[in-house]
């Protein structure tokens, strides 16, 4: 089983070298799971291997995986097809598949199956969200087919949402336009897409060497840059209070209720038991450790950071 939670030789060599499926939601500023991962997070994997760390799966793709036999059955309970393993699959020299398997209607290949956990079920009432569709048509491409069976599921005692997804031959060309300039612009130069929210790019200026001595004299192109960026830092505390006012108003509109339900969403408002943390301050007085064994078991931090703080003198 735990075999089964780690890539194989063939996906990571494809890896190396491919946009996977599961990355195109960002390659098409699409993420919504995530809206911090970007394009420029997979030009960082591509031209510079040694600074991502080795693939590891988070808890929810652990959960999926996991899942994978239990999804299967209620599908094929409910369909009546059958579904086959799915190799990993070359696309093109830019592109490599996963799909989660190949579904079969007796011995007829007619389509292509991903299984999705999800605590967004609200977004699949009316289809498969816009943010999975990418992969899905990747997975069709992939395998010459014009349709995918998509799954998505929450928990247990609600039933899962099947759809069958048609092929999108414009999703389909923008997949493969998008994919063949990141390398032809980016992957091949060696360089990044432009500054954005990414892991990537903040990393990479952390990375920038700090010169303690070094002053850098204001210019009118950097003058109207903080001119800009402290608008926006009064604009984001004026939406911040806003955005604290309104929901303080809905909590006074469900009173007692623990959910508010509605066409396309869903508001929980429930009690959380009190979060319970350790003294440690008051626990290392208790116990008086020597100072060498506080030293033995104090981490430092891989890497450090260069926070930007600014201050302003004049309104």
């Given at each position: 089983m735990l075999a089964q939670l780690e890539l194989s030789e063939e996906e990571k060599m494809y890896r190396?070298?491919?946009?996977?499926?599961?990355?195109?939601?960002?390659?098409?500023?699409?993420?919504?799971?995530?809206?911090?991962?970007t394009a420029a997070d997979i030009v960082r994997r591509l031209i510079d291997p040694e600074s991502v760390p080795e693939f590891q799966m988070n808890e929810s793709m652990i959960d999926g995986k996991l899942l994978e036999p239990?999804?299967?059955q209620k599908f094929e309970l409910a369909?009546?097809?059958?579904?086959?393993?799915?190799?990993?699959?070359l696309v093109n020299e830019h592109l490599a598949d996963n799909a989660d398997g190949l579904v079969y209607d007796g011995?007829?290949?007619?389509?292509?199956?991903?299984?999705?956990?999800?605590?967004?079920?609200?977004?699949?009432?009316?289809?498969v969200p816009i943010y999975y569709q990418p992969q899905c048509q990747l997975h069709m491409m992939a395998w010459?087919?014009?349709?995918?069976?998509?799954?998505?599921?929450?928990?247990?005692?609600?039933?899962?949402?099947?759809?069958?997804l048609p092929a999108n031959p414009e999703m389909q060309e923008v997949i493969l336009a998008k994919a063949e300039e990141l390398f032809e612009k980016y992957v091949k130069t060696g360089t990044y897409p432009p500054v954005d929210v990414s892991d990537a790019w903040r990393d990479k200026l952390d990375s920038v060497p700090c010169n303690e001595g070094e002053r850098l004299e204001a210019t009118e192109e950097l003058d109207a840059m903080v001119s800009e960026f402290r608008r926006l830092q009064?604009?984001?505390?004026?939406?911040?209070?806003?955005?604290?006012?309104k929901k303080r108003q809905l909590q006074m509109a469900l009173g007692s209720a623990s959910t508010l339900?509605?066409?396309?969403y869903e508001i929980s408002y429930k009690e959380q038991r009190?979060?319970?943390?350790?003294?440690?301050?008051?626990?290392?007085?208790e116990l008086n450790p020597p100072q060498k064994l506080i030293e033995q078991f104090t981490k430092t931090a891989a890497k450090g950071i260069r926070p930007l703080r600014a201050r302003f003198f004049t309104n």
């Open positions: 190396r070298t491919r946009i996977g499926s599961s990355e195109l939601g960002a390659l098409l500023g699409l993420n919504k799971k995530s809206w911090k991962r239990f999804l299967i369909t009546g097809y059958t579904v086959r393993p799915a190799p990993p699959k011995d007829k290949f007619i389509g292509v199956y991903e299984a999705k956990t999800t605590k967004l079920i609200s977004d699949w009432k009316h289809g010459g087919t014009d349709k995918c069976f998509v799954i998505g599921w929450r928990q247990v005692g609600e039933s899962p949402k099947i759809y069958e009064h604009e984001l505390k004026d939406l911040e209070a806003d955005f604290e006012i339900t509605g066409q396309n009190p979060r319970r943390t350790v003294d440690y301050k008051g626990l290392l007085a």
